[in-house]
């Protein structure tokens, strides 16, 4: 029996082997160690007793454990509880069981007790895969099929080539002993269902099935990273947050895989669907301020030239009286700082202040009653040349994120803004000599 190693093995490697006790997992097990010395890597096994059939669960991991002891190979062994498991997140069993065996795979590698792990997964297996993800309406990605390796090399898969009567082949010649899984044998199971009843139907009339499909899965994964480089052209990162860039003209194909760029980057990595990815798209053509929530508590605005997406966040109102000093805001770090006003007034002086963040207000003009608070309807601004201006109209102006207002420091007396930090000072604020307050604002990265 081929297998590959080529690529996904290096000289040195700990190598070990997710050994279920089945007769994939077995045959890959002893293959790997007929090769160790003349690929000069150390072959070990993991078993995970997923506590699914209960004695027989138990019994396929001491069958394992007898495996590894006779070839003289270390095992790494966990008990879970699967069912538990499903139930405290809301899965279905064989979701929990793949998520819950490859934290134990993790585990194993984070702990030091191998450098990769090799899943029996081969060329039947990546048939199923595809077909399945066919049928459940997947899109280019799932067509690609199983990776040969995956999580940085961590995960590699060295029988992808070989096909189910090759290992049928191999277990007869060497003589091998494995388990049978009833559960493998219930077509209640999907997977089990293509196994057994789709599957065979369709290499009656399509032999090459299987070679065919990881042709396909070639082409698809080629064409699929080239549109993944486009998407990952549209999206940064800020503070956390991931934001996706909406020039006019983007074909929405080419956005929907943008958005998946960053709510994985952003830390949402599983349980969205096609609906929600294509909501966040549609906010491409929705006005500023608009947004979707999505799963885990996130959600998706549209801002200006962008759509950002993180944590959603709500803050309470603040207000306090102004006064010198420093203060640690929701939305960032105010210093306010009594001094003489400066040598230079120009207005282009003032402009790269502001640039900055920092502003600049006649101490005469701010009275004892003012304060600093969170902004709130009614609120206006003097004009320079005459005339009030709506406080929200002015931040629509300046382009601020409807997420940045929320929590975004003013200072006012009434309903009348003398300044809003960082970004504009009223006429009735003006400095003209004298005493003026240096207002320095930092706004927090991720309320950008």
Known sequence: MKIKTAGLINRGDRVAVALSGGRDSVALFARLC???????????AINVDHGIRGAASAADSEFVKKVAENAGKRLFFAKEDVPAYARKHKMGPEEAAREVRYNC???????GFCDKIATAH????????????????SGPKGLCGIAESAYGGRLIRPMLGVTRNEIDAYIAQKRLVFVNDGTNEETAYDRNYLRHEVIPVIER?????????????????????????????????????????????????????????????AGLKKDYEAVHVQAVAALADGRTGTAVD????????????????????????????????CYDLPGGRLCITLTDAPAEQKAAFFAKEKQKGVLYAAAEAVLADAVIRT???????????????????????L??????????????????????????ISARAAVCGGRCYRIEYKQRETDK
């Open 294 to 325: 999505l799963p885990h508590g996130m959600r998706a605005t549209r801002t200006y030239g962008a759509v950002k997406i993180g944590p959603a966040r709500e803050y309470p109102p603040f207000a306090f009286p102004f006064a010198e000093g």
């Open 105 to 111: 795979f993790f585990r194993a590698l984070d702990e």
């Open 122 to 137: 081969h060329a039947d297996d990546n048939v199923e895969t595809v077909l399945f993800n066919i049928f459940r309406g």
């Open 34 to 44: 007929e090769l160790a010395d003349e690929l000069g890597i150390e072959v070990s």
């Open 375 to 397: 902004r709130e309807d009614g609120d206006y601004m003097a004009k320079f040349g005459g005339g009030t201006k709506s406080l929200k109209k002015i931040l629509i102006d």
């Open 399 to 424: 382009k601020v994120e409807r997420a940045a207002r929320q929590t975004l420091p003013v200072c006012a007396v009434g309903k009348e803004i003398l300044f809003v930090a960082g970004l504009e």
């Open 205 to 265: 009339r399509f032999p090459n099935l299987a070679d065919s499909v990881k042709r396909l899965g070639g082409i698809i994964s080629a064409e699929d990273a080239l549109l993944d480089e486009l998407a990952a052209e549209l999206v940064g990162f800020e503070g956390g947050f991931g934001v996706v860039k909406v020039p006019q003209g983007t074909r929405r194909c080419l956005l929907e895989r943008a958005v998946i760029i960053a709510m994985k980057g």
